[in-house]
């Protein structure tokens, strides 16, 4: 196990490589710099010159990459190219909000799909299993912005109620943080609850059909004990996997219920840092959702083990 590990974050290292250059070729891949938003119309050649050598950006773009991942492995994020404030500064205020909106609504996704996805196997062809399906198609064919904004509006309108915006974080008051990350992290749950709901009753039809299953039920065991003890357990290695996955859909998915509800937290600013052509800022932030999602791929494939006892990392 612990060799297993050591050999898969010694291979996020040239993973966090790539974003990075990724990150880094992109944004200036992009018309404009932060030279033209800053000076705008009618700069001078000096002008020009001087906010270049100020940003680092008259060096040659090997060498921007080569000095910028130089002071993130030693731990400098460097300034904020537009408020010349120190990025990690930007990180701290940011990143609670974000990983907070992200991991809740991973939580209520599976804590919706595994019991919609168990009930729909499980009374299949029913009016339960019509019901739920229909449900989740509804849930994966409508936007999830489309849904947050009927949330803020049709309240508004009809009973003059809007849900709480904005972010409070969870050490200053735990109930405010949850009341204003509440619906916001449903909405994000919506689609890809959806989506393993579907997963969840596949998987299950799939086990339930199994000699082990039909063995339990043959043995006396209760239909209660037999779904939960052998057939839901062993169904859920695929579930993992996806969910899983769509930890990084949730992270970008994030940038647009932000902005609706007003939530301060990385994807808007880091859609903001890209229209500024905030290259320190914006490179840090695609990065930091670079190493989320290695870590929890890990942490997903660690838990291979704990719910299915023959796989063993050696």
Do not use: C
């Amino acid at each position: 196990m612990h060799r297993y590990i050591l050999q898969r974050l010694i291979l996020t290292i040239p993973v966090l490589a790539l974003v990075a250059f990724g990150a880094f070729a992109l944004l200036r891949m992009i018309p404009g710099s932060i030279v033209d938003l800053k000076s705008g119309a009618g700069q001078s050649q000096a002008d020009t010159i001087r906010l270049k050598k100020q940003f680092g950006l008259d060096k040659p773009i090997p060498q921007q990459f080569l000095i910028w991942v130089g002071d993130v492995a030693q731990g400098n994020l460097g300034e904020s190219l537009w408020s010349t404030e120190p990025v990690s500064n930007e990180v701290k205020r940011r990143f609670p909000a974000t990983i907070e909106l992200a991991f809740m609504a991973s939580f209520f996704a599976l804590l919706i799909a595994i019991p919609s996805g168990t009930f729909a196997a499980l009374y299949q062809d029913s009016w339960i299993d019509r019901s739920l399906q229909f449900f989740t198609v509804l849930g994966l064919a409508i936007p999830n912005f489309i849904i947050a904004t009927l949330i803020i509006s049709l309240p508004a309108i009809w009973w003059g109620w809007t849900p709480p915006t904005g972010f409070v974080k969870l050490m200053d008051d735990p109930i405010q943080n949850v009341r204003h990350l509440l619906i916001p992290a449903l909405v994000l749950a919506l689609a890809q609850a959806a989506i393993l709901t579907r997963l969840t009753r596949s998987a299950m039809l799939e086990v339930l059909r199994q000699d082990y299953v039909r063995t339990a039920r043959a043995k006396g065991l209760t239909m209660r004990v037999v779904t939960i003890r052998h057939a839901l357990r062993n169904a859920m290695l695929p579930v993992v996997t996806v969910w899983g996955l769509q930890i990084a859909a949730l992270l970008g998915g994030t940038v647009i219920v932000e902005t609706i509800f007003t939530i301060p937290g990385m994807g808007t600013a880091t859609l903001t840092a890209i229209s500024r052509r905030d290259y320190n800022l914006a490179q840090t932030f695609v990065l930091i959702f670079g190493l989320i999602y290695v870590t929890v791929s890990l942490m997903v494939d660690l838990l291979y083990a704990y719910i299915d006892p023959r796989i063993r990392y050696t």
